[in-house]
């Protein structure tokens, strides 16, 4: 007869190896510490750089409210030029409605404009734009967009302005080859 034999009785259960447990304790650690730096920095960070003027937008409350009511003024008055007009009076009353928008800016006065970086220089490029017009017009000789480093103003303008104030891109009808004669 055949006796069976019981199969042996569990022994103890090996107990985790010492390491690997401080191991598990180190990256908890770390884990804790970098979810509190990046907690931390979401907390103080819109505080620390709240009052900072952003170099590539123009950005500043006062400016911006102003600037989006100039180009909004700026588009109704290119609508409202007369089709009736010479191709050179029509030029100088679209050049004319520029100045004004720069000038509405510029009412602002320095010290608002110096809260904002590149107003000056966006308010510069388009007094640039309406002098290369106007002097296409009196040469009788065909308009061509200035360039500044590089690139034509007008697309320096638009890196600008792309933050939220698309009217205050540069209407075409103030880009033709002949000045006064677009949007006809």
């Given at each position: 007869?055949?006796?069976?034999v019981?199969?042996?009785?569990?022994?103890?259960?090996?107990?985790e190896?010492?390491?690997?447990?401080?191991?598990?304790?180190?990256?908890?650690?770390?884990?804790?510490v970098?979810?509190?730096?990046?907690?931390?920095?979401?907390v103080?960070?819109?505080?620390?750089?709240?009052?900072?003027d952003d170099?590539?937008a123009?950005?500043?409350?006062?400016?911006?409210?102003?600037v989006?009511?100039?180009c909004?003024?700026?588009?109704?008055?290119?609508a409202?030029?007369?089709?009736?007009?010479?191709?050179?009076?029509r030029?100088e009353?679209?050049?004319?409605a520029?100045?004004?928008?720069?000038g509405?800016?510029?009412a602002l006065?320095?010290?608002?404009l110096?809260h904002?970086d590149?107003?000056?220089?966006w308010l510069?490029?388009?007094?640039?734009?309406?002098?290369?017009?106007r002097?296409?017009?009196?040469?009788?000789?065909?308009?061509s967009t200035p360039?500044?480093?590089g690139?034509?103003?007008?697309?320096?303008?638009f890196?600008l302005?792309?933050?939220?104030l698309?009217?205050?891109?540069?209407?075409?009808?103030?880009?033709?080859?002949q000045?006064?004669?677009?949007?006809?």
């Amino acid at each position: 007869m055949k006796t069976e034999v019981a199969p042996p009785l569990p022994g103890p259960v090996d107990p985790e190896p010492e390491v690997d447990r401080r191991r598990s304790h180190r990256i908890t650690i770390v884990v804790l510490v970098l979810s509190g730096i990046v907690g931390a920095l979401w907390v103080i960070g819109p505080i620390v750089y709240a009052g900072r003027d952003d170099p590539t937008a123009i950005d500043s409350k006062p400016v911006r409210t102003t600037v989006l009511a100039g180009c909004t003024q700026l588009r109704a008055d290119l609508a409202a030029v007369p089709d009736g007009l010479s191709v050179a009076d029509r030029a100088e009353a679209e050049n004319r409605a520029v100045d004004r928008l720069v000038g509405r800016v510029r009412a602002l006065g320095p010290d608002a404009l110096a809260h904002d970086d590149p107003v000056e220089q966006w308010l510069g490029d388009w007094e640039t734009i309406v002098a290369a017009r106007r002097q296409a017009v009196r040469e009788g000789r065909h308009f061509s967009t200035p360039i500044a480093g590089g690139a034509p103003v007008n697309i320096r303008m638009f890196e600008l302005i792309r933050s939220g104030l698309g009217k205050c891109d540069v209407p075409e009808q103030l880009l033709v080859p002949q000045p006064g004669a677009g949007n006809r």
